[in-house]
């Protein structure tokens, strides 16, 4: 009889213990929920597109908008379906951005510091000190404790294979001279 009273006083001790605790507990468990929820909302089917034309067109303003989309489609027949003109390369086609909405422009200088007089023609890959880097990130429909956000991250395949869903996000960023500006 004395074993089982003491082990209902252990049980006892760890309970009022655990009921110590409890409240935050129930904080962190709320706190994840909430966030779960919040990260789950979408602007409703559409991708979150982002577009820094960089020195190309500073007067021009970075391009933010949520393109509307139903299921999974690639990000060039979304850039298409939104009237955006996206020029590959003779040699690549259209699994490389070479020009997006005629920028660089095909009979001017990009003007990039070092390289002033040089003007892109889409034979080949673009210039390494000038091209249009092409991000993507995925929608997170449960946070990851250590990174509530996702990362943007360089495209791993091109444009025309690029696939997308309702809540992901697509940003395209002209680059010169290895200055890469991520999307916010």
Request: some cysteine; glycine content about 6%.
């Amino acid at each position: 009889m004395k074993l089982s009273y003491e082990r209902h006083n252990v049980f006892n001790n760890k309970l009022e213990e655990f009921k110590k605790f409890l409240p935050a507990i129930l904080v962190v468990a709320l706190a994840i929920a909430g966030i779960s929820v919040w990260s789950a909302k979408t602007d409703g089917n559409c991708v979150n597109v982002s577009i820094d034309y960089g020195v190309l067109d500073a007067q021009n303003p970075n391009y933010e908008k949520c393109l509307p989309n139903n299921g999974e489609v690639t990000a060039l027949d979304l850039m298409k379906t939104a009237n955006f003109k996206i020029e590959g390369t003779e040699k690549y086609g259209d699994q490389i951005v070479c020009r997006l909405n005629n920028l660089p422009n095909p009979n001017q200088p990009i003007g990039v510091k070092g390289h002033e007089d040089y003007i892109e023609t889409c034979k080949d890959m673009p210039a390494e000190f000038a091209y249009w880097a092409v991000f993507e990130k995925k929608k997170q429909v449960l946070p990851n404790p250590a990174d509530l956000n996702t990362k943007w991250t360089y495209a791993q395949v091109g444009v025309a294979e690029l696939a997308l869903n309702s809540g992901d996000s697509l940003a395209f960023v002209f680059t010169d001279n290895g200055n890469v500006k991520y999307p916010k």
